[in-house]
C-alpha cells in the first residue's frame, strides 16, 4: 500500500519561511518524480514544483520561482519544499505526489499517488 505523508505546516508570518517534508512507504521511491501541488479554499489544485529521481533537475511554478526550493533524499524517501519569503497568497492545503512516468509533469491528472496534504497559513 502506497503512503506518502506530509509534515512541516502551520501558521507563519508574512516573510518568513517553512520546510515541508514528504515521506513515502510502498512505493520505489528512488525512480519516482516528486511534486508538490497546493490548493486554497475555492480554487484548484495547482502545481508547485517538482523534482526527477535522481534530483538533478527541477520545475517550479512562476509563483514560487525565487522563494521555494524543492529536493529530495531517496535513502530517507523523503522530498522536502523549503518555502522563503512566504505571502498570504501562499496559504493553501500543501501536498506531495508521486508520478511513475519519469517526467517533470505540471497537471494534476499526470500524478498517481497523493499525500492527505498539510495546511500552510501565511499571516498579514
Known amino acids: 500500500q502506497v503512503q506518502l505523508v506530509e509534515s512541516g505546516g502551520g501558521l507563519v508570518q508574512a516573510g518568513g519561511s517553512m520546510r515541508l517534508s514528504c515521506t513515502a512507504s510502498?512505493?520505489?521511491?528512488?525512480?519516482?518524480?516528486m511534486g508538490w501541488f497546493r490548493q486554497a479554499p475555492g480554487k484548484e489544485r495547482e502545481f508547485v514544483a517538482a523534482?526527477?529521481?535522481?534530483?538533478?533537475?527541477?520545475d517550479y511554478a512562476d509563483s514560487v520561482k525565487g522563494r521555494f526550493t524543492i529536493s529530495r533524499e531517496n535513502a530517507k524517501k523523503t522530498v522536502y519544499l523549503q518555502m522563503n519569503s512566504l505571502k498570504p497568497d501562499d496559504t493553501a492545503v500543501y501536498y506531495c505526489?508521486?508520478?511513475?512516468?519519469?517526467?517533470?509533469?505540471?497537471?494534476?491528472?499526470?500524478?498517481?499517488?497523493w499525500g492527505q496534504g498539510t495546511q500552510v497559513t501565511v499571516s498579514s
Open positions: 510502498g512505493l520505489f521511491f528512488s525512480s519516482k518524480v
Open positions: 523534482i526527477s529521481w535522481s534530483g538533478s533537475s527541477t
Open positions: 505526489a508521486a508520478d511513475e512516468s519519469g517526467k517533470l509533469y505540471r497537471e494534476v491528472r499526470r500524478y498517481d499517488y
